[in-house]
């Protein structure tokens, strides 16, 4: 989609620290580290947010969380991981294309998340 942020990354016009890609998602780093190796999650076609995507395509999207999850969390010997997920500017979400937030815990973090 024109425009987006998120798009401009999965076609690679905008650089990002991949973690993980297969043919229907990608998963990079967040710009900004709320935690060292927060992630970010999206679907490659472009839906604006959970509330717009059907069923099959969020069940796809979540259904590969747990293995991109626990990679991070093994990779960077995290505690815990908190993952969330914003819909609708009023919900805190600033990027308009539909994304999983991973950040990882650990037990010198101030838990502010
Ligand atoms: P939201 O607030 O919509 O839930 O999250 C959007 C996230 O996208 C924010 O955490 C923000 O730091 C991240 N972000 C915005 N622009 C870019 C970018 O160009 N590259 C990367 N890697 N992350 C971005
Ligand atoms: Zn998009």
Do not use: W
Request: hydrophobic residues 40%; aromatic residues 6%; contains cysteine.
């Amino acid at each position: 989609m024109d425009n987006c942020i998120f798009c401009k990354i999965i076609a690679g016009e905008i650089p990002s620290t991949k973690i993980y890609e297969d043919d229907d998602l990608l998963a990079f780093l967040d710009i900004t580290q709320t935690t060292k190796g927060h992630t970010l999650v999206v679907p490659k076609r472009h839906t604006r947010n959970l509330l717009a995507m059907t069923p099959d395509d969020a069940a796809l999207l979540f259904s590969k969380i747990p293995m991109i999850a626990n990679k991070i969390v093994k990779n960077l010997d995290a505690k815990g991981m908190n993952i969330l997920q914003n819909n609708e500017e009023i919900a805190g979400q600033s990027v308009f294309h539909t994304h999983v937030h991973l950040i990882p815990r650990y037990a010198e973090d101030d838990g502010f998340v």
